[in-house]
């Protein structure tokens, strides 16, 4: 395998030019860096990026935590976070907590030993006291897990309001709710808040379930939602907490002889690609994905930086509306 000495050797130069080569620094002709560049094609060398990372006390790599990147929110939002990641120089480290806290803190761990330059958390199961000993820039989406800890969310209470707002301004009589489990801390809650106040507000009959403390195991939603409309068969509006919960609602309401929109309106949360594939397509309120992910990254870089930046980070959200309402 080349080596460092090499590359200098066939190049005609020293080992410090071609490190500030590959370091980009010092000033460098660029008749030198093409030939440093040239030579390292012909010897097949690589510069090793562990040995590179302890010299600049800079890995270039983001910790990257999901409950599951199987599930749609979380897959565009890891292809979102990569690209602009990318486009700051940065590599991503991405790992599945499935909701497991021990999954979760191994994987914690094994960022600081291999040195990540900040970790993205978006997943949330560990206790507060433990994100504040991590000892890298953080950022947690969705989540507010400290004053000196910065959060990206979208205005959840906003999406909840709307969204709620368009099925009682469609006549609906009977609206359930169906949403996460509420115990878990997450901003996400604040959309059940606001359906609460709306349909209260409006003096609209009715009903909210919740979904276990494992929100994002869809084999639960099957059961639930068909619970829900037996023992409920009034019920002619649905807000669900997200687009795969609506999805299945329309899934259930059909093979239950009810048309979606016209005996059961339907509304989602995210706005998934999928959301507009499905028939009926589906009236949702849409996240600012790639704003969310663009910002989130760039605190981490803020961080790195010791730039000024703002802890608390809600970006507005929009009420789309198509076929299921």
């Not at 991405?94 to 030993?113: Q, V």
């Not at 609602?249 to 093979?255: A, E, G, S």
């Not at 994905?289 to 930046?309: P, T």
Request: glycine share 6%; charged share 25%.
């Amino acid at each position: 395998m080349a080596t460092i000495n090499d590359v200098a050797l066939k190049a005609g130069v020293s080992v410090t030019t071609v490190s500030r080569v590959l370091n980009n620094r010092g000033y460098i002709s660029e008749a030198t860096r093409r030939k440093v560049y040239e030579c390292m094609d012909e010897l097949g060398y690589r510069p090793n990026e562990i040995a590179r990372s302890l010299l600049k006390k800079q890995s270039n790599l983001i910790g990257l935590i999901l409950p599951s990147v199987s599930h749609p929110f979380f897959g565009e939002l890891a292809t979102h976070l990569e690209y602009y990641a990318h486009q700051y120089g940065f590599k991503l480290l991405l790992c599945n907590s499935l909701l497991d806290p021990n999954k979760e803190r191994e994987y914690i761990d094994m960022m600081k030993r291999n040195r990540v330059d900040g970790i993205i958390m978006g997943s949330h199961t560990l206790e507060v006291g433990e994100y504040k000993h991590i000892n890298r820039p953080i950022v947690t989406m969705d989540r507010r897990i400290g004053d000196n800890i910065p959060f990206v969310a979208s205005d959840n209470y906003r999406g909840g309001e709307l969204a709620t707002k368009l099925l009682v301004g469609k006549g609906c009589k009977k609206i359930a709710h169906i949403c996460g489990n509420l115990e878990l801390n997450l901003l996400a809650n604040q959309r059940s808040e606001a359906f609460k106040n709306v349909v209260n507000q409006s003096g609209t009959d009715h009903v909210m379930i919740q979904t276990d403390m494992n929100v994002f195991d869809q084999s639960q939603y099957e059961r639930i939602i068909e619970e829900l409309l037996q023992q409920h068969p009034d019920i002619d509006g649905v807000f669900a907490t997200s687009d795969i919960i609506a999805a299945f609602v329309v899934q259930i309401c059909r093979r239950l002889g009810k048309d979606v929109p016209r005996d059961v309106r339907v509304v989602g949360y995210d706005d998934v690609n999928a959301a507009s594939w499905m028939f009926p397509s589906l009236s949702t309120i849409r996240q600012p994905i790639e704003a969310m992910s663009r910002l989130a990254i760039d605190l981490i870089q803020r961080q790195l930086d010791e730039s000024e930046f703002d802890y608390h980070n809600i970006l507005p959200v929009e009420l789309i509306e198509r076929e299921s309402t």
